[in-house]
């Protein structure tokens, strides 16, 4: 199997890194543009395209040190990766929808379009910092190079995009991707006891297991408990983390885990995450 060159390995953890909401430059759409339904994360519900209550004019967040203990958990989960900024000043060019009310709506459908294209990049950009053959790796390259530059279209283009033929090949690329490196970095284990996906483990007790290398794609975690774990190579990509307990589990080179997978776990000082991947603050 040949390398990534460094070059192109680099640079694609760069990309995957600069991934970082920029809320001083948005504004508000996660707050606005989407739909809440009030649950156990949501203290409201809040249809979409309407602000919540608690932003503020300047788009700040009236209630932000206290998210958490005033029922709004699911904002401090919720991650767009920096497409909010690349809407509200790339697509729109800095025009404000509270001032330009004719833009509000096609900023607001706009928004979860972008979210989801970031979320794409994020890993595609991972997939390429990893060792796979000469093919794949050209695959990813242009795949990536698409990608960003659908970004940079402007509104009424990126509402026509059809996101579910877009998904097709990059699902196909990132699952090419997953299963290389798994095989190669993995040695010894059982391929069949590897393939977990879509695995029902919610409230399962797993604590200290080596489960590296396991493909846990769509799986469900809910509350399971992942202390001391050992989680390395492990594919996420759609798994619910929700409560899960990742005391002490080293993800340290787990695959395509998200920061809104980690926010809504349970961790501490001694989980060890990707570089990509902030810690939590409620964590602390």
């Given at each position: 199997m040949s390398n990534v060159t460094n070059r192109d390995s680099s640079v694609s953890i760069n990309i995957r890194e600069s991934l970082q909401a920029d809320c001083q430059n948005c504004f508000g759409l996660c707050c606005t543009a989407l739909n809440i339904v009030a649950s156990s994360d949501f203290a409201i519900n809040k249809p979409a395209g309407s602000p919540c209550p608690n932003l503020r004019e300047n788009y700040s967040c009236h209630i932000h040190s206290q998210l958490r203990e005033t029922g709004f958990k699911g904002c401090t989960v919720f991650d767009c990766l920096g497409a909010g900024q690349q809407v509200s000043q790339v697509t729109f060019q800095g025009q404000d929808w509270r001032q330009s009310r004719e833009h509000a709506d096609k900023m607001f459908r706009v928004f979860p379009i972008m979210e989801q294209?970031?979320?794409?990049?994020?890993?595609?950009?991972?997939?390429?910092?990893?060792?796979?053959?000469?093919?794949?790796?050209?695959?990813?390259?242009?795949?990536?190079?698409?990608?960003?530059?659908?970004?940079?279209?402007?509104?009424?283009?990126?509402?026509?995009?059809?996101?579910?033929?877009?998904?097709?090949?990059?699902?196909?690329?990132?699952?090419?991707?997953?299963?290389?490196?798994?095989?190669?970095?993995?040695?010894?284990?059982?391929?069949?006891?590897?393939?977990?996906?879509?695995?029902?483990?919610?409230?399962?007790?797993?604590?200290?297991?080596?489960?590296?290398?396991?493909?846990?794609?769509?799986?469900?975690?809910?509350?399971?408990?992942?202390?001391?774990?050992?989680?390395?190579?492990?594919?996420?990509?759609?798994?619910?983390?929700?409560?899960?307990?990742?005391?002490?589990?080293?993800?340290?080179?787990?695959?395509?885990?998200?920061?809104?997978?980690?926010?809504?776990?349970?961790?501490?000082?001694?989980?060890?995450?990707?570089?990509?991947?902030?810690?939590?603050?409620?964590?602390?």
């Open positions: 294209l970031y979320e794409m990049i994020a890993y595609v950009a991972e997939a390429l910092s990893y060792q796979v053959d000469h093919d794949l790796s050209g695959q990813l390259q242009a795949e990536l190079e698409l990608l960003q530059q659908t970004t940079e279209l402007d509104a009424n283009a990126l509402l026509a995009l059809d996101i579910v033929a877009i998904r097709v090949p990059v699902n196909a690329l990132l699952l090419q991707t997953s299963e290389q490196v798994r095989q190669h970095r993995i040695k010894g284990k059982n391929s069949r006891q590897l393939n977990q996906r879509g695995a029902d483990w919610m409230g399962k007790n797993l604590k200290g297991k080596d489960l590296r290398g396991t493909d846990l794609r769509g799986g469900y975690l809910i509350a399971a408990n992942l202390q001391d774990a050992n989680l390395r190579e492990v594919d996420f990509i759609g798994a619910d983390l929700r409560d899960a307990n990742l005391c002490g589990a080293d993800l340290s080179t787990s695959m395509f885990l998200t920061q809104m997978q980690i926010n809504a776990a349970q961790g501490d000082r001694y989980t060890k995450l990707p570089t990509y991947i902030k810690r939590p603050a409620h964590w602390q």
